[in-house]
């Protein structure tokens, strides 16, 4: 984990999917992102598999955070505490284990008592 600086929301990797120039000064020293991003970008409806080959490309390069009792735990705690979506409160539990900021275009994110968030704006 050597080097990462954030948990990216999986918007975040959409973003640099569509190559929004906003969101490259963020992606310097590497992220780690949840299990459930990966699960959020390969299972789009309609995905080709050039698109799959770049998001699986693209993901290899970052630090992927599996599931655990304790992600489970803490994810649970935020939900009941919050009213976010269950992506969500997977993604900003992963931050909280991890220790390191969440890098979102998400507003919402903002709600979330407890959690060091980035909320960046990336319309040009």
């Known amino acids: 984990m050597n080097g ?3 948990v990216a929301d999986t918007n975040c990797f959409i973003y640099l999917l569509d190559e929004n120039s906003a969101i ?3 992606a310097e020293g590497g992220w780690a992102f949840s299990f459930i991003t990966e699960i959020e ?3 789009k409806k309609g995905i080709t598999t050039a698109e799959d080959k770049l998001i699986k490309g693209m993901l290899s390069v970052c630090y992927k955070v599996n599931h655990t009792q304790h992600l489970s735990d803490l994810t649970i705690s935020l939900k009941r505490k919050n009213n976010i979506k269950l992506p969500d409160a997977i993604i900003a539990a992963t ?3 991890l220790g390191i ?3 979102t275009a998400d507003k919402g994110f903002k709600n979330i008592s407890g959690i060091d ?3 960046i704006d990336l319309e040009e």
């Open 24 to 26: 490259l000064p963020f």
């Open 41 to 43: 970008l390969l299972s």
């Open 101 to 103: 900021p969440l890098i």
């Open 95 to 97: 931050s909280l284990i």
């Open 4 to 6: 990462i600086k954030y």
């Open 117 to 119: 968030c980035l909320i």
